[in-house]
């Protein structure tokens, strides 16, 4: 089936605009996550969905970030008056309890391609 | 305190031989899960292990093998017959499961010599 997509694939912005980056994921994925991953780093958790429970957004950076799931599927996250600090690759991952061999269970993530964004 | 501390920024590993990428974790959590991942140049991230935090036997998977020692909260992962295709970023990552968070480490760059 389909993977987790994201949109756009490159954004190339100026500093001061606002860009909205979108997350479709696994269909029956509960779980969608939220990192960012700047040049030679590793993952920043930023927000988390769980179902129709209030995200977690203790990652989110500053107030300037923020992310909305829409009928529990897709995934915006939107940044208000970018910043070149905010220059990084942002990755979503969706998420589900999946039953391994003898009987054991784990929570694999599933991650999309990225979004590499560019603050000029 | 780092949840996740992977200490080697880079390794070098000749081609066929088995290499070690160490992870240690901090956590309070008594059931967790450990997995590794890893990220091509590509930039897309590839899960390749998990480990439950009461599985009783190391996992493995193919030529990937996670050495669980609880007690000293590490999972190191451990590739045997490494191949070219194996250069990559890897990253060691955990999951609370009172929490939701996956939390992950720094990276290992693991690069594969012909």
């Known amino acids: 089936g389909a993977g987790v997509s994201q949109s756009p694939s490159n954004k190339v912005t100026e500093k001061g605009k606002d860009v909205e980056l979108r997350c479709d994921p696994i269909?029956?994925?509960?779980?969608l996550y939220w990192y960012r991953q700047s040049l030679g780093q590793g993952l920043e958790f930023l927000i988390y969905?769980?179902?129709?429970?209030?995200?977690?957004k203790s990652g989110l950076p500053s107030d300037r970030f923020s992310a909305e799931r829409t009928g529990g599927s897709v995934s915006t996250l939107t940044i208000q008056r970018t910043q070149q600090e905010d220059s990084a690759v942002y990755l979503c991952?969706?998420?589900?309890?999946?039953?391994?061999?003898?009987?054991?269970?784990?929570?694999?993530?599933?991650f999309g391609p990225g979004t590499r964004l560019t603050v000029t | 305190a780092q949840k996740i501390t992977q200490t080697q920024p880079g390794m070098f590993v000749q081609e066929k031989e088995a290499v070690t990428l160490d992870c240690t974790y901090d956590?309070?959590?008594?059931?967790?899960?450990l997995f590794w991942y890893k990220q091509p140049s590509s930039g897309e991230m590839i899960f390749l292990i998990y480990?439950?935090?009461?599985?009783?036997q190391n996992a493995t998977e193919g030529r990937y093998s996670l050495n669980f020692q609880k007690a000293r909260k590490s999972a190191n992962l451990v590739i045997s017959a490494s191949q070219l295709g194996d250069s990559a970023m890897y990253f060691c990552?955990?999951?609370?499961?009172?929490?939701?968070?996956?939390?992950f480490g720094s990276g290992t760059k693991l690069n594969v010599k012909p």
């Open positions: 480990q439950g935090s009461y599985d009783q």
């Open positions: 956590t309070s959590d008594p059931s967790y899960g």
């Open positions: 990552a955990m999951r609370e499961d009172n929490f939701n968070k996956f939390y």
């Open positions: 269909s029956g994925h509960t779980a």
């Open positions: 991952a969706s998420s589900i309890l999946v039953g391994l061999a003898g009987g054991r269970a784990s929570y694999e993530q599933y």
């Open positions: 969905f769980q179902g129709n429970s209030a995200p977690d």
